[in-house]
Structures are given as C-alpha cells and as structure tokens.
C-alpha cells in the first residue's frame, strides 16, 4: 500500500533562511506527488505536482521540489522564507484516485 | 462557483446527534471527495464520486458515516449518532474528473465538527 512519511512534525526557520522539507514516499509504480499547504483555519492550498519528466518542478510561491527515484524522496525547498509561509505543509501520493498524505510539517517563521 | 465551498464552518453538536455537512464544488467538476483531518489521524480519505455514484468508500470509519451526491454536484456528508470521536474538521475537494491520477484535487475550507 502506498505511504508517505514527512520526518519532520515541526520546523522553525528564520525569515529570509533557506527551507527545506523533507517528504519520503512508498509507492508501487510511478509515483504521482503533490505538496499542499495549509495555512491557519484554511482548506489545502496545491503549491506543486510531479507526475512525469523532469525532476526538479516549480511551484507557486516560490516553491520548488525535487524527485529522487533512488531516494523514494520529494523534498520541498524554497531558497528564502517569508514570514507569510508559517503554515502546515502536506505531502501526499496519489493511489487509486484518492490522496495519502503524510502527517505534515508544521513551518514557523522567527523574525 | 470560483472555488469548493462547505457549510456550515462550524458545527458543534452534542453526542448522540446527527449532523449533515455540506460541500458545493467547483462548477464543472465531476469527481468529489470527502477526507477528514483529526489530531490523531491526521487527513484521512473518506469517500469519493465520480457523479453521483460512490466508486470508492473504503475510507468511511462505521455504518454511522453515509454521504450522497445528487445531480453531479452537491453532496451531504451524514454522521449519526455522533460520537466525540467523530470531531474533527472535514474537508470536501473536487476535480474536473477522477478518470485520470494526474487531475488537481481543489479542496473547500472545510467544516468544523466538536462533538460534546
């Protein structure tokens, strides 16, 4: 059965430190991978895919993810936070039409 | 509409009730899913329609969870006998079809349940 595991519960970086969120995933065949973002009191926000051809894929937000097959890994990076992207982040793999996320990472900002 | 909406937000009842939860989803969206997101569990899938009917209801915890889609478009999740197990905030997506794995689910604020 497909999973994901977010190793991390909780981050805390300074604004304008680089972020990075580390998401592994257990899955069958050719993995279709998304990273939401859910900001306080609010519904699931898609900040990117990956379902095929390169590797490293643009979000919104300044987002970016990079898929490593020999890893099982779809790791978020963005180069410089702001502190407007304090949320929880959810990786998740698609199955059988619906999604399996992992159990989140929540991301504080320090000022 | 411009996006997923559920009703009501918020939703406190007491234990033994039942309760009715609604999603409205993107206008033209033929898949609809149900997933629900407790402390304990984290988000968890619930059910899904591909128009009106329920290809998948594995996730749907006990016979006291039952959901239904009329005309290809709103749906009501319905909890009987709820129970403070049953709290948590849950959230309803669509997409514009469930044929492909590649379609974006767009989800809704989602509501609120507190059972006492």
């Known amino acids: 059965a497909q999973s994901v595991t977010q190793p991390d519960i909780h981050i805390t970086v300074s604004e304008g430190a680089s972020l990075e969120l580390r998401c592994n995933y257990s899955?069958?065949?050719?993995?279709?991978l998304f990273w939401y973002v859910q900001s306080p009191g609010q519904g699931l926000q898609l900040l990117l895919k990956?379902?095929?051809?390169?590797?490293l894929v643009q979000g919104i937000k300044g987002f970016e993810a990079e898929f490593k097959r020999s890893q099982s890994s779809f790791n978020l990076r963005k180069p410089s936070v702001h502190w407007s992207d304090a949320a929880e982040y959810f990786c998740a793999v698609i199955g059988s039409q619906k999604l399996v996320f992992g159990q989140g990472t929540r991301l504080t900002i320090n000022p | 509409g411009a996006g997923v909406s559920q009703s009501p937000s918020n939703k406190v009842t007491e234990k033994g009730k039942d309760v009715e939860l609604r999603c409205d989803p993107i206008?033209?969206?033929?898949?609809l899913y149900w997933y629900r997101q407790s402390l304990g569990q984290g988000l968890e899938f619930l059910i899904y329609?591909?128009?009106?009917?329920?290809?998948?209801k594995s996730g749907l915890p006990s016979d006291r969870f039952s959901a239904e889609r009329t005309g290809g478009s709103v749906s009501t999740l319905t909890i009987q006998r709820t129970q403070q197990e049953d709290s948590a905030v849950y959230l309803c997506?669509?997409?514009?079809?469930?044929?492909?794995?590649?379609?974006?689910?767009?989800f809704g604020p989602g509501t609120r349940l507190t059972v006492l």
């Open positions: 899955y069958g065949a050719t993995p279709y």
């Open positions: 329609f591909q128009g009106n009917s329920a290809p998948d």
């Open positions: 990956y379902f095929s051809g390169d590797t």
């Open positions: 206008s033209g969206h033929t898949a």
């Open positions: 997506a669509s997409s514009f079809s469930s044929g492909y794995r590649t379609d974006t689910q767009y």
